[in-house]
């Protein structure tokens, strides 16, 4: 009983590990699983701003042209 | 469940004497099958249960190994969507401006870089849409198609985001890497490598494009003032420089007048793609289409064209000749002493025609078909004033006098238009000062070289060797939206903004200046390349504020615009409703010059080999579009070929070299070599190889790298006829063979089972002006009436119809460009072209007729036709596809299973499946990036794998002007909605509207006497009107 306890102990343990080191590959991206998010960094997100000096154009009623 | 033979034998023996165990069965199997109460059959309860529990017949893996397998898993999945995409937050829109409400569009004027006036539909801030301004008086409301696509670019993944410099690390593995840095550290270091090269007397050179703007010349000339070795280059692959250095020598100034299309009853264009590729087509093409009107029977116009490969000009014209380039000069001169020799008098000074062909020993000379000879002849000569010659871009300066003086001996000027001068702020640089450039660089004269927004690496003649002297300058500073072949091992490169995101002002044609404003702020940390010259004159660069160049701009205009204007309102009003409205005319006196001419003796040319003629491409232009995935699919208007160039050659050529279509030819010329793969191409004169440029793009984003060849090489300064048209070409075969897709087959005109079947079908229907004139349904007797057994569905309300006018269309993509940006069209590559799974929802059939020397060309564009009734919905298993009230075959895009039954039935084989998610599937996921996201119309659903789609008649704007007129509490006017492709087609071919409502266009197009519909005998009644084309040839030609 102690060896099965103390053999699933070290189950854990290495499941533990490997999951961590693999975490921590995929964390890295260096095959870019998630290729179209590498690419934009978090500090790079896009942000939509109206430029505050653009004039607009009324065009009620006349938006299909 | 398996059913074992012996048991079913045992079964049946027991059955003589039992009962069957339902009164109800589904299947005989179940009918046989033994009562599920039988407690061998079907055990209520398991062996394990039941028996003893013994240690060793449980599953060796344990309870604590299970769970620590589902932890570990657990872990894995965990740490694999660590770098999911953080959404953030959704918060209301409580803080919006006052004029913006959630879900409307608001529209902005500005201006592309190419000068184009343009009107912007943004939602929610983000630019969506790019059409004509209507108010400019020189596009009026249309434009080009890179116009039309150009908000892909804005959205690009390829743009640059940050200002790179080259690392200055010590260690080896950074040197020569580009590093993200700041602006401040780079302003700071560029003028100071700035200072020390004046100090040092070293040319700063700055290499741009055409100076289209006043405010940017008067930037370069006040940049020149405060660094004075400044040299600014300004270059263009394909111009039209010989026409104004025609005009300098003809008239005594290069800037010359606009043609006045709409008052021309001949017009012939030598070697000229005025249709397609060569000035501002959007007003040429509307002023031809005007004098295309079946309405106006009595005013068509009638269209010569003499060239050597087949244009989108030459697929419109009445009559088309095949002549080399070379032979484009004495032409011209036949064409004068005919005329000449008809007795019209003559003021100006004519050159010696006594040993030029007369009409009858050119068209022998040429194989030329001499009746059409007399009747261009005859027609100039009977016109006169109201006809006018044309030549192309590409024939060369003394080509362009020669017809300056035809159309001066005809009267024919009277056809220019001197209030609309193409103006050009700065004269571009010659090849020998350009060349002299590269000469100074790889001399150390050269300290630091600005890449305006240009690639001279990439453009300038291969001779030169550009790349190689570039690496012996000091500082190298490329100023780019994405990286280019120029860019490569510079010092620093400089994020720029985009179009919609910058300011300007341009001057196309003089007194006409539109402005440019951004419609959006940066997406990136970008900086509008105008504000970064004059950040490097600042006093302190680090006091750069955003509106730097705003502010340059705004006081020129108040300095030098607003006294000429001297409006009642202040500058401040003043340049607010120059804004708005996006374009100001200013009063100039129209100064008509007069012939300047003296001598005029040219040498005529021969032929020797091959000629070789480099084209500007339709839908990428030089280059610079080619990382724009829906013109790289867009088809070609001609050959209908995506992805590629080619080498276009006459059948009778192919033949001759011993080749087909897709092997691999190496085009030599003077020992500049290039490998294309050959495109038949019928109507072409012989001996004549077309390619265009624009391909085989080495530093660029995914979509436009290595797609096609680069011909670059071809160019030369010497030895051509012109700069873009070569003599004396040697073809060689390699063996090789690489495959071109074309959207339509290359060989119907050859293949007897499909020649002509667009006329045996009635597909194409078309006639003659003379035909017509005499018998207004002349196209309509073959129709019989269509009865059908099944009753009508009658539409009370609303019923919406399209009609496209074949007279006006010419081909010109612009509605597919539209249509892939209104509804956001995916881009599938190359490799799904080919397997025929182009995506657009409108395509342009071109039909072949005649003979491949001499073919006669039909152009039908063809979309959903909304038919009343549509094979395509009573096939559908899940109803995805069914009939609106108001007419419109719909496409419920969450029903759709994807049995593509309704495709298969579909006569017009306008239907589009998904045989992917193109996004995800195309380039490693390039099109589902972040940005692009943006770019998607947010009223249009983005479709999924698995999903039929097709035209809708741009419902969504039905739906907007349905819903206004709701609010107004009144009915949609039956002209009021315009579709996207409607909206964009330069040569207002197409109308769209209520067909109930009696007093619409619509309603009188269905009804017009050429009205017809494809396929009528299927009767299932489409809702697209066709107006049959009427070629305006003589009557015997018939």
Redesign the interface.
Known sequence: MEK??EN?RR??LK??V???V???I??F?PV?????????K?D????????????????K?K??? | MLYKETERVKQMDNKNNTQPNAEFWRSVSQYYKERSDSPEKSPEFPDSVKEEFEIEKLSPVSRRKFMALLGASSAFAMAACTDYRDKGEIISYNKKPEYANYGDAIYYSSSLNDGSGILIKTREGRPLKVDGNPDHPVFQGKISIQGQSSVMNLYDPSRLRNPMKKSESPLILNKGKMEKTDWETVDTSIINKLQKAVESGKEISIISHSVLSPTQKKLFDDFIAKYPTTKVYKYELHSDSYRRSAWAKSYGTSDYPTIKWNKANIIVALESDFLGSEGITAEQIRGFSERRDVNKIDEFSRLYTVEAGMSLTGMNSDYRLRLSPEYQLEFVLMLMKEVLDSGISVLIGLPNLSNISNLKQFAEKYSIDEKKLKYLTQDLINNQGNAIIYAGDKLPVYVHIAVNMLNAVLSNDLLYDYSKINKLHAPHSTNKELEELTGKMNSGKVAVVVHFDSNPAYHFLSNWKYSEALTKVGTKISLLEAENESSLENDFILPINHDLESWNDFELKAGILSLQQPVIAPLYNSRQKEAILLNWMADDPKLYKHDIYQKYLMNRWEAEIYPIINPMANFAKFWQSCLHDGVISIKQEAIEPTWSFEQFNPKLHGKSDFTVILNKNYSIGDGKWANNGWLQETPHPVSKAAWDNYAAIAPATVKKLGVENNDVIEIDIDGRKVELPVMEQPGMAEDVIVTEVGYGRTVIGDIGKDTGVNVNGLFSQYGGLSKWIYTGAKVNKTGKTYPVYSTQEHHAVDDDFVKDFHYSRKIIQEGTIEQYKKDKKFLKHHEHSIESINPLRKYEGRKWAMSIDLNKCISCNNCVAACNVENNVPVVGKEQVGNGREMQWIRLDRYYSGTPEDPKVSIQPILCQHCDLAPCENVCPVVATNHSEDGLNQMVYNRCVGTRYCANNCPYKVRRFNFFDFRSYMFDGYYEQESIALQHNPEVTVRSRGVMEKCTFCVQRLMEARQEAIKEGREVGGDEVKTACQQACPAGAITFGNSNDAESAIAKAIEHELGYTVLRDLNIRPNVTYIAKLRNIYSEEV
């Open positions: 099965t306890r699933n189950n854990i499941a533990g490997f999951a961590g693999l975490g921590s995929l964390s991206n870019k699983i998630f290729a179209s998010n590498a690419q934009i978090k790079e997100k896009i942000k939509v701003i109206v430029h505050p000096d653009a004039v607009q154009r009324n065009r009623g938006a299909n042209g």
